[in-house]
């Protein structure tokens, strides 16, 4: 790798891993030497740029751009100039398509060149003082441009805008601030860059002034009745995700109309790629049958008008949501328009706010470039059924638990692992989550033996993304003895959490499902219990244990009548013996080490004669496997005719009569 490509590539980084520069991994970055430049391909992020999401171009051949003359219909200009941009790609194997601002890149003498829409810059460029402020901070040495559309015109304009500044200046601008844009900086060295940038948000800093800290507000409680229901509303054949954002500067903006208005249209292109041109807001919201009464009533108004359902609803009183195909989509959905109210209350501070005009926004909204960045950013779905929908997993942080929140997360499952270990819990999540993930994980404490803790897990999750599809019921605890050993304590305790934690998180999380159902009657949730042989069976002083899973299947087949009305299906699992899991296995405490030094097994010498002993009990001849709970957990999910199923995966152990 050339040592001006890893510059760039650690610059790239720098900034779009600084939300101050970059909100959504927009921006993009170059560098050139006499023959070639390698720019940013379009829909790759900054913050995780490599050399392989670079494109490499020809510099002579990229020239003639300028030189040509093309069609004056924009729609067939537009395609001949990507035609021959394309035909300067050096490595076409490589199927990446460089960036539209390729050859604005390309005109500019400078070695690096680095376009950022950073939230301070874009706050006076979206105000109606824009150009007298670029004047009056930064006077000749920041070329001002007003707005044009992106793409062919817009190089044209700063092709002649730059040859004008190089003919009185005799050099290039290094700074270039484009109106409701963004802004370019220019030099040969990438710690120049840095310089100058630090230079333009520091001067505007110092212009605006303080404005205050920006203070996160209190999770409005009337939504967890409310986003379920709206969640299914916005939602087409494959549920939507719900992200929720509240603080003091959004705060601002959603006391009434007037203050809504303010913040109703774009002001940049991103804002338009990511959150399209119309948001809804949402008055009536002292309860959740008033927020529900006006979302059904001005949703089918809104599609109506503008021929797609909002993926921004401001609700009064409440916050920001933003509803989209994925967790990482709607995230970046609600990072852009939360940018759109900083620059908004930046520009208001600079003289007044200028939106984009209809014609402009129609423009962006259409173009074929910007539908290709928003394609590329969403990634590509990988057309289970069970991607982006909702899951909890209790017991989550570890053994079978983890296994199953791990198998559910790798199908594109949003997944929250619920237990009583945090720091297992929370380690367990960061290596679960990563850049390149469309879906996210997330922990939350929990003991499932509390009903206010299992109902604070439910509404964390769906204050999270919006609703919940799945409750897997896996928290439980062993305590073996019999009748002359156990003490009621400890009973009470192994019934407390495995019995009524089964009976907290499916009345909890039935909650939520009935609400989904309520508006989307034909959609199917499921609240799976993970049980045990034990409950199937009684088990030789292990009563407490058995006990309450004998009662969780009275439990399972009680509740799925209750719910089948709302499509909820409730069924359990009950696997056979894990002696590869800690339970069995560990070298101390593990039951094969316990049953060898008690001389449970008769003649038993050595622990792999414990195991074989009690593998041999099993027609199938091993222990169970978490794959096999995974697939009998997916074969419950994907079919819609079961409920209230015992389903035994034992290897044939235990057989249902």
């Given at each position: ?84 941009m394309f035909n300067s790609i050096i490595d076409k194997g ?533 794959d096999d709970v995974v697939k009998a957990i997916l074969y ?21 009569g």
């Amino acid at each position: 790798m050339k040592p001006e490509i890893a510059e760039l590539i650690e610059l790239s980084r720098f900034y779009g891993n600084n939300t101050e520069y970059v909100i959504a991994g927009g921006g993009n970055t170059s560098y050139k030497d006499a023959q070639t430049i390698w720019i940013k391909a379009s829909g790759q992020p900054l913050s995780t740029l490599s050399e392989s999401g670079l494109v490499a171009l020809n510099r002579e051949k990229l020239h003639l751009i300028s030189e040509k003359q093309y069609s004056d219909d924009p729609t067939v200009r537009e395609d001949q100039v990507k035609t021959d941009m394309f035909n300067s790609i050096i490595d076409k194997g490589q199927n990446l398509r460089p960036s539209v601002e390729t050859s604005l890149h390309d005109l500019i003498r400078y070695k690096f060149v680095v376009h950022l829409h950073p939230t301070l810059v874009n706050g006076i460029l979206c105000s109606r003082n824009a150009r007298n402020l670029v004047k009056q901070l930064f006077g000749e040495k920041a070329l001002f441009v007003p707005y044009i559309d992106p793409g062919y015109t817009l190089f044209k304009k700063l092709e002649s805008e730059i040859l004008k500044y190089r003919a009185d200046f005799h050099s290039d601008p290094q700074i270039i601030l484009l109106e409701n844009h963004g802004s370019f900086v220019n030099a040969d060295s990438a710690d120049e860059v840095r310089k100058i940038y630090e230079e333009v948000i520091s001067a505007i800093s110092n212009h605006i002034g303080s404005t205050g800290e920006i203070e996160e507000l209190p999770f409005n409680p009337v939504l967890c009745r409310v986003l379920p229901a709206l969640r299914m509303l916005l939602s087409g054949d494959k549920p939507k995700v719900i992200r929720y954002r509240n603080n003091s500067l959004i705060a601002r903006y959603y006391q009434n109309q007037m203050e809504f208005h303010k913040i109703s249209l774009p002001l940049t292109p991103d804002i338009i790629v990511y959150c399209k041109t119309r948001y809804l807001f949402i008055e009536q919201s002292s309860t959740p049958e008033k927020i529900l009464d006006s979302a059904r009533t001005q949703l089918p108004r809104f599609l109506n008008e503008y021929g797609y359902l909002p993926k921004v609803i401001v609700i009064k009183n409440a916050g920001v949501l933003a509803v989209d195909d994925s967790v990482t989509s709607a995230e970046a959905v609600l990072d852009v328009y939360e940018d759109m109210i900083k620059i908004s209350h930046y520009s208001s501070l600079c003289g007044g706010t200028k939106t984009l005009t209809p014609d402009q926004t129609e423009f962006i909204d259409k173009w074929e470039v910007e539908n290709y960045r928003r394609k590329v950013s969403q990634g590509a779905t990988k057309g289970n059924r069970l991607e982006q929908k909702i899951a909890i997993v209790t017991g989550g942080a570890q053994g079978f638990g983890a296994g199953i929140a791990e198998a559910l997360f790798i199908l594109n499952v949003n997944v929250v692992v619920a237990d009583l270990n945090e720091e297992t819990g929370s380690e367990f999540v960061s290596q679960l989550n990563n850049p390149d993930a469309r879906n996210k994980a997330l922990f939350i404490r929990t003991d499932v033996s509390d009903p206010v803790s299992v109902k604070n897990l439910v509404d964390i999750t769906v204050g999270a993304f919006g609703g919940l599809d799945l409750m897997i019921s896996n928290a439980g605890v062993l305590r073996a003895g019999g009748l002359d050993e156990m003490d009621p304590e400890t009973f009470t305790r192994t019934t407390g959490i495995n019995y009524s934690g089964y009976f907290y998180c499916a009345k909890y999380s039935s909650e939520v499902m009935k609400i989904q159902n309520q508006e989307k009657p034909d959609y199917f949730t499921d609240i799976i219990q993970i049980n045990s042989k034990s409950g199937l069976r009684g088990s030789n002083r292990n009563f407490a244990y058995a006990g309450a899973k004998f009662g969780g299947i009275g439990l399972t087949q009680s509740f799925a009548l209750e719910l089948a009305p709302f499509r909820i299906k409730v069924n359990s699992v009950c696997p056979g013996n894990f002696y590869e899991g800690p339970l069995w296995s560990d070298p101390h405490t593990g039951l094969f080490v316990q049953y060898l030094n008690t001389g449970k097994v008769p003649g038993a010498k050595t622990i792999e004669d414990v195991k074989k002993h009690y593998e041999e009990q099993v027609p199938m001849k091993r222990g169970c496997r978490l794959d096999d709970v995974v697939k009998a957990i997916l074969y419950i999910i994907d079919q819609e005719y079961e409920t209230g199923q015992a389903v035994p995966v034992t290897g044939g152990q235990v057989m249902l009569g």
